[in-house]
């Protein structure tokens, strides 16, 4: 019996989204702009089709060969969801496209209501509250963290996605302190339609050596209607779900959770779980390194980097699959390092395959999710196109 991997190179989008403008990221390029500043060698995601998929999306190789035989499918995907986040584009390629649009935030200071700060310092028996603005994650921690380890107030702030971010020394303020004003701020912003309220422990002794610990968690909404992993679940399928899906899809149907951090211990607990899984079972793994410690700090050489880094890894997981065995490379969204500001940037994302499928252009990520969903005998999901099987002599 065969099995399904899907793994999610978390911001690695290729351009070309038809929308992008709308985002103020037209013309955004993760991975070929990265390509455009250094000769990236990524010799394993090109010859699953990496470069032709870039190439078919922004209407450019930017210097990445086309010409390397492609071992399995390619194509790339533009979402239908109105979003570039995170949630919203696993979400859709689990098969649930967002039919309504999610809160957020203005970029005046403050950026929350009133009356929401003044409900969680109450409720949390808070001194107050710190930042409340549109911040990057690691400078906000610099710039508040020791006025936070001084006062014992939180530090709150969000971005161009539907989310709050709240920081806290881990030692000073409390990791369950922490996690308990999360849920609390949780609660308060389920009717300002928020998508996740996340937590950003960090630890160190001043602003120049803080630094974010893996104990962050996310506390999102459940999705809108059943998603792949739902259905995989009330099948008595195994799921196995590595780094945050869990947060993603706010615990449902999302199996044995194994929370890592880093993409190389994301990789390692991956091939750890490989050859265990279930026939007819699924593995899911999202490697946020890309997007949390390159994308958002524009740092173009150190995405590379991580690009290069993973692809030395991919042979060690290519050589678990069984013959049968479906494994999808894609992504979530777009992270543009060379792009203006710290946000997501809105793009196509592509679709890299070990079988021979017909992918090409995909009008939605859900493509991705019903096509598992028919490789491992489920009923079909609420939305998506499967990929058809191409027969060859």
Known sequence: MSRAFLFVMDSVGIGGAPDAAAFGDEG????????????????NLIALGLAKAVNAASGSAHGLDVNTPVQGSWGFATEISQGKDTITGHWEMAGVPLQFAWGY?????????QSLMDEIIKRCNLPGLLALCHASGTEVIEDFGEEHVRSGKPIVYTSADSVIQIAAHEESFGLQRLYDVCKVTRDLTYDLNIGRVIARPFIGTAAKNFTRTGNRKDYAVLPPLPTLLDILNANQREVISVGKIGDIFAHSGTGKEYKVSGNAALMAETLRHMDGLADSGFLMTNFVEFDTEYGHRRDILGYGRALERFDAMLPSALAKLRPDDLLIITADHGNDPTWKGTDHTREAIPILCN??????KRNSFADIGQSIASHLGLPSLAAGVAFKPIYRD
């Open 105 to 113: 935030f203005p970029h005046s200071i403050p950026a929350f209501p």
């Open 28 to 43: 955004a390029c993760t991975v070929g702009h990265i390509s455009d500043h250094m000769k990236l060698h990524v010799p």
């Open 355 to 360: 079988q021979a499928l017909e992918i090409g």
